[in-house]
């Protein structure tokens, strides 16, 4: 979906919620199921992705508009996105260990896995293939990296409150986070549609 065609609110609808990465195309899900333990460093690994994500949108559409297409080496797209977001994290992480000590500490080997983290290669190369121009990629990556932020946080919210809940022992821990995952999977699903 175009933003001309359907306008920015509903640009944002079909970014976060009807193509969720995490519920609508299983993206970036190390980080939701590794982060979500607690809020706080939920909040913090889905802001650190959702500033990775608009930048490396913004950096890796110009890299391939006025560097590898004019030089013929779309070919290229991958190694070049990957670069460029390896590069976008380690400022983050250099940010955070000299100002939020304590979250780049609860986040541990959690934020420089954003490089590796397939919801931003996938937004980079989905914006490229879809053909969108510089707004609509920087959108789609601060949008979809929302929709992330909220899938995260909801699902650390959830998993705090079933620390002090009743929970049968073969689903404590990893289990109870995987169905927790598919229901909320299936409630994003609710959103499949809306923006045709």
């Known amino acids: 979906m175009r933003l001309s065609e359907i306008g920015i609110f509903l640009f944002f609808v079909n970014a976060a919620f009807s193509n969720n990465f995490i519920f609508s195309r299983f993206l970036g899900n ?17 802001v650190a992705v959702v ?24 070919y290229l797209n991958t190694i070049a996105f990957i670069l460029i977001i390896a590069a976008l994290v380690q400022f983050v992480e250099m940010f955070m260990k000299k100002s939020l000590q304590s979250l780049y500490s609860a986040l541990g080997i959690y934020l420089p896995l954003i490089t590796t983290n397939c919801a931003v290669l ?11 121009n510089l707004l609509e990629s920087v959108l789609s990556g601060v949008f979809g ?11 650390a919210g959830v998993r ?9 022992k073969a689903f404590k821990g990893f289990p109870i986070s995987l169905i927790i995952a598919g229901f909320m999977s ?4 609710g959103f499949s ?4």
């Open 30 to 46: 190390c980080p939701y199921l590794g982060v979500s333990n607690k809020l706080e460093t939920a909040t913090g690994m889905g």
């Open 51 to 74: 500033f990775v994500m608009g930048i490396a949108s913004l950096f890796c559409y110009l890299t391939y508009e006025y560097i590898l297409v004019p030089l013929g080496l779309q």
């Open 122 to 132: 996938g937004v980079t190369i989905l914006n490229m293939n879809s053909g969108f």
């Open 145 to 155: 990296a929302i929709g992330f932020l909220l899938a995260i946080v909801l699902m």
């Open 160 to 168: 705090e409150r079933l620390e002090s809940s009743e929970i049968p």
């Open 186 to 189: 299936v409630a994003f699903m």
């Open 193 to 196: 549609g809306l923006v045709k």
